[in-house]
């Protein structure tokens, strides 16, 4: 029976996707980057300056820093941006964004409707790259390529002084970067990530 099982589970991965927005183990303290309806719902401004380093000691680990701030305008209307970089082996990935809410109150709660837009910078470094075939036609040694491109995001959150719920999608364009050099014909697809978060105040 659990070499059935194995096989099922082997033959339905047929397809695995990893994530292409970076970790950041205190986002709990900080959701401007990934939902823009968290906006400007607390009663002060906010800045925050994030550093993770994943995997110390291994070479070409992730590496993330994050500059945001958030605040807001008035007792209907958000702000916030932020400035990201990200590094992983041979790609970097630089961003920036600003975002823009607006929240509706009702008896008991409050709704707020987020949107982000702004630029992404997305590099490859070849001289961080070792191929086992030279002649690669996707991607080749020390040539190192970047393509810049608009990015969206969205964000719903619902909140009262107890709860909070909301659900965020990123990279909502689903852009494809398109790399060029020297011969060489790269695509990246970026694609839509989902982020639901929650939480209760326990008195």
């Known amino acids: 029976?659990?070499?059935?099982?194995?096989?099922?589970?082997?033959?339905?991965?047929?397809?695995?996707?990893?994530?292409?927005?970076?970790?950041?183990?205190?986002?709990?303290?900080?959701y401007t980057v990934f939902n823009p309806a968290s906006n400007g719902?607390?009663?002060?401004?906010?800045?925050?300056?994030?550093?993770?380093?994943?995997?110390?000691?291994?070479?070409?680990?992730?590496?993330?820093?994050?500059?945001?701030?958030?605040?807001?305008?008035?007792?209907?209307?958000?702000?916030?941006?932020?400035?990201?970089?990200?590094?992983?082996?041979?790609?970097?990935?630089?961003?920036?964004?600003?975002?823009?809410?607006y929240k509706a109150k009702f008896e008991n709660f409050r709704l707020s409707l987020g949107l982000a837009a702004g630029i992404m910078q997305y590099g490859i470094d070849g001289n961080k790259i070792s191929l086992y075939q030279i002649n690669d036609n996707v991607i080749a040694e020390h040539i190192s390529m970047k393509s810049i491109c608009p990015n969206v995001d969205f964000g719903v959150l619902l909140y009262n002084d107890k709860f909070y719920t909301g659900i965020s999608i990123m990279q909502l364009l689903a852009n494809k970067i398109k790399f060029n050099a020297e011969n060489i014909n790269t695509t990246i697809n970026l694609t839509n990530h989902f982020y639901i978060t929650s939480g209760y105040k326990i008195e």
């Open 1 to 30: 029976m659990k070499k059935i099982f194995f096989l099922v589970f082997f033959f339905s991965l047929i397809t695995c996707f990893s994530q292409q927005l970076p970790q950041l183990t205190l986002r709990s303290f900080d």
């Open 41 to 101: 719902i607390k009663p002060y401004s906010e800045i925050m300056l994030h550093h993770r380093s994943q995997w110390v000691g291994f070479t070409n680990a992730p590496n993330t820093q994050f500059l945001t701030y958030n605040g807001k305008i008035n007792e209907i209307m958000g702000i916030g941006s932020y400035i990201m970089n990200d590094i992983t082996g041979p790609t970097r990935r630089f961003s920036a964004s600003v975002a823009y809410n």
